[in-house]
């Protein structure tokens, strides 16, 4: 589990179908733990020199931009969220579920407007002022329109994430929020009586 709040700018040192090499300024990473590269939630098979290998599965590979990158580029990395951390950004699984097509960059005063499109099976659970991972970046819509959202971004985060590489035409990877799935699921299943304060209180919404 995750927060979306970066932790670094990693660098990619090699890169296959199956596995990448990362240099990484981060310590306390172990084999065996888990860390997000670009929002995709990665296991780490060996670690030295500065960095991780992770290996990755064919399906991570399909539904994800890891298979584009190249070596060199930098990425998002997080590690996992401890019992001890504060949630500062939202709850974030690390299971990528596509991906979305940079329309827009705007630089507005201090701030970027960045106008991302998205499939239909993602956009469903968009809503505005929902939170969204981008590229494993915890976010706030702004403003939703089709399969469209709009997203502000601060400085801080333009500056110290992969978006200040990212242009109209970018492909980033897309993680919903967790809690409108389960309220879908809750909401269409036939065994279930609809949302009432006894079910939110039963299902540990509240």
Known sequence: MFTGLIEDL?????????????ATKLDDISIGGSIAVNGACLTAVSVGDG????DYSPQTDKITTLSSLKSGEK?????ALTLSSRLGGHIVNG?????GKIESIEKQELFYKITISLNNESIKYCVDK???TIDGISLTIAKTSGKNIEIFI????????????RKAGSLVNVETDILAKYVEKFTKDKNSNGISLEMLKGNGFI
């Open 95 to 99: 299971h990528v579920e596509g991906t």
């Open 51 to 54: 960095g991780f290998t992770a």
């Open 130 to 132: 929902g939170s969204v």
């Open 75 to 79: 990425v998002n990395l997080e590690r």
């Open 154 to 165: 601060i400085p801080e985060t333009f500056a110290s994430t992969v978006l200040q590489f």
């Open 10 to 22: 990693g660098t990619v040192k090699r890169i296959t179908s199956s596995q990448i090499t990362i």
